[in-house]
C-alpha cells in the first residue's frame, strides 16, 4: 500500500501540484500549508489554497542545484 500523504510530506514542504489549465495539465510549485484527513493543503505562489488527496496529482519540487544544472 502506498505511503499516505501525510507520511510523506510535512507543513513547509515544497512541492509541485498538476492541474488542468485550459485542457493541459500544467504543474504548478507550492507549499504544503496543513495537513488534514485525507490529504493536505498546498498553497501556490499566488496565495490560492488546494486541496490535494491523490499521491498522482502531487510530488516533491525538484531541486535542480545538482551537477546536472551547472
Aim: charged share 20%; no cysteine; aromatic share 8%.
Amino acid at each position: 500500500m502506498p505511503a499516505r500523504l501525510s507520511e510523506t510530506y510535512q507543513a513547509g514542504d515544497r512541492v509541485e501540484i498538476v492541474l488542468d489549465i485550459h485542457g493541459s495539465p500544467q504543474w504548478l510549485a507550492g507549499q504544503v500549508a496543513g495537513l488534514q484527513h485525507p490529504g493536505l493543503w498546498v498553497r501556490l505562489s499566488g496565495g490560492s489554497m488546494w486541496f490535494v488527496t491523490n499521491t498522482r496529482r502531487i510530488r516533491p519540487v525538484r531541486d535542480n542545484t545538482g551537477p546536472e544544472s551547472e
